[in-house]
């Protein structure tokens, strides 16, 4: 895991948080069909919530600089929950609904992260607290 690149592992966060919470949240409501409203306000705080728990992992225990991975670390949490309660809310109900939205998540969090990491192709560099380059 230490040799993914860090949008992928943030990912891999995001994907695992979204796909518990929201398989946990279907099962629940026992599947009820969601309105777009409801999607959306789910989206939304779930979104908050990776983007969050991310961020202060990313800046406490990391000890990247907040204004060097807010933005990746953003639009990573953006495609991760829409895709991931996307492809969710489309398995039908089973025994093992929680776990398989959890692998879905990290497999969409993994696929978005690599494609995120992919794309910048170290255009944006992030910087830890305490490193020398720059300074």
């Known amino acids: 895991m230490n040799n993914l690149p860090l949008c992928a592992r943030i ?6 948080l979204i796909g518990f919470f929201f398989s946990l949240w279907r099962v629940e409501t026992n599947f009820a069909p969601l309105a777009t409203h409801e999607f959306l306000w789910a989206a939304l705080l779930l979104l ?3 983007l969050v728990c991310s961020m202060f992992i990313l800046v406490i ?3 990247y600089l907040a204004g060097a991975v807010f933005w990746s670390a ?4 953006i495609l991760v929950t829409l ?4 492809v969710t809310s489309l398995i039908p109900p089973h025994q093992f609904f929680i776990l398989s939205g959890i692998w879905i998540g990290i497999v969409v969090g993994l696929l978005i992260g690599l494609v995120l990491c992919r794309l910048c192709l170290d255009r944006f560099t992030t910087q830890r607290i305490g490193d020398s380059h720059g300074r």
């Open 83 to 86: 895709l991931t309660m996307a």
């Open 74 to 77: 953003t639009v990573n949490a």
């Open 61 to 63: 225990v990391e000890r």
């Open 48 to 50: 908050l919530l990776a």
């Open 11 to 16: 990912g891999i966060l995001h994907g695992i």
